[in-house]
């Protein structure tokens, strides 16, 4: 299978050496050198993936992410930061843009096709589910809900939380129906289909975004959780329904 990747990088010497790495992987390159170029370039391809830098003149890469996110033709499109901004708060601010994950300069080669090949497989399930009638794509999934949730083909229920595995949305008590985006689907069902069970942010990299062990970052994780929070908890800063276990984890709560 030929994967489609967008790189948006305003350096050209930068651009064609990730071209260089991924050519003859089963990848097929564009390449775009400004975020504007890079926006009208994925709404004509609908790439597979795109390769976003950071610092460009004109629109950055946080722009060019959110923009894509608010576009229905590209919303659910896997976004792969890849910068030379290296700080704790700018890989935050890059999740919460958005991103499915970030990957910093100078970068191996290695891990990069690593990075790609499980964000096109996870993407691929989902969508292979979606055709088959089911959202559940992550791997370890299929075992179901335990004795504490109840889990049949169409819904998980924990306690007052319903996920409808057909249409990404999640019945809350204290904000209605919400339709999550992919990466909150996948997180949440998998941890719904496991309640009381603790998870490390490693484990559910390995679950959840199919990473091999010691690549992707628990920032990911932990962004993620937090953005999720602040949809369908009552109360972000104390939450109750997705608990962390500290030195451990995070849980879903069945009591």
């Known amino acids: 299978m030929t994967i489609n990747l967008l790189i948006i990088e305003d350096d050209e010497i930068v651009a064609r050496t990730i071209e260089r790495s991924l050519r003859g992987n089963d990848f097929r390159v564009s390449i775009a050198n400004s975020g504007v170029e890079g926006l009208k370039i994925a709404r004509r391809l609908s790439?597979?993936?795109?390769?976003?830098?950071?610092?460009?003149?004109?629109?950055?890469?946080?722009?060019?992410?959110?923009?894509m996110r608010s576009d229905p033709l590209l919303a659910n499109t896997p976004i792969l930061f890849l910068t030379a901004k290296i700080k704790d708060e700018d890989k935050i601010a890059g999740f919460v843009a958005g991103a499915d994950d970030y990957l910093t300069k100078p970068f191996n080669v290695d891990e990069l096709i690593l990075r790609v090949r499980a964000i096109i497989r996870r993407t691929k399930n989902a969508a292979q589910a979606i055709s088959s009638g089911s959202r559940g794509g992550t791997r370890g999934s299929d075992e179901g809900a335990s004795s504490d949730g109840n889990h049949d083909d169409q819904c998980i229920v924990v306690g007052e939380y319903t996920l409808d595995t057909r249409t990404y949305e999640l019945r809350t008590p204290h904000h209605g129906k919400l339709r999550l985006t992919p990466v909150q689907y996948d997180l949440l069902y998998y941890l719904m289909s496991h309640p009381g069970q603790i998870f490390s942010p490693a484990r559910l990299l390995d679950e959840v975004w199919d990473y091999p062990a010691n690549t992707g970052s628990p920032d990911l994780v932990r962004v993620h959780i937090k953005n999720l929070r602040e949809r369908i908890e009552s109360d972000p800063s104390t939450p109750t329904f997705i608990r962390t276990v500290p030195g451990y984890g995070y849980t879903i709560n069945t009591e």
Do not use: N, Q
């Not at 950071?54 to 722009?63: Q, S």
């Open 47 to 67: 790439p597979d993936l795109v390769i976003l830098d950071i610092v460009m003149p004109g629109m950055d890469g946080y722009t060019v992410c959110r923009e």
